[in-house]
């Protein structure tokens, strides 16, 4: 089952996990970065619906959060699908985005490629337009546009570093608050 999980959430883990954190998450990621966005409720692969962090909750990321998508193979399928339409594997919930946008096809070297659909709205890779029905191999780094929506592609390794970036952030976000004045 593909897995989507909060970015302040996988922080977390990659401080209490340390060097364990890539073998418990060895694959690929892609990242919805920070926005205005929810997970709907209906939606089979996730539990609930996702907000982002309140000014209450003082240890979560300070503004905004990012849903993280797993690019695990699923056996038996070599594709996972995204759009609004909650059929996809991993469901944008964006009216800038169209029910069936993309496909991610798993590579035999373990990395992904990229497929704009036919019916799908338009889709930037690295700021150039997608031609519908062409693969593309993702490297980390790369960024999609679907609408509104910013994605960014990881490999695990790249994955992992900005885990332990975003962690020494939140470390120093946190101390900084602590050492102020009330």
Known sequence: MARALLLSLLVRQHLALKEKFRARYPHCWLVWEAGVWNVP????QNHGTTRLPTSELYDCLPSGDAMCFELAPVPGRDELSLGRASHNTFVINDATVSREHLV???RPD???AVE?????GPALLSGKLMR????TPLESGMQLQLGDVRLTFHDADSFHLR???TATLMLANQRGSRESPA
């Open 41 to 44: 409720e209906s939606s089979e």
């Open 104 to 106: 991610l096809h798993a």
């Open 116 to 120: 704009a659909l036919t019916q799908g």
């Open 110 to 112: 373990g990395g992904w």
């Open 132 to 135: 519908p029905g062409q693969h």
């Open 163 to 165: 885990m332990g970036h």
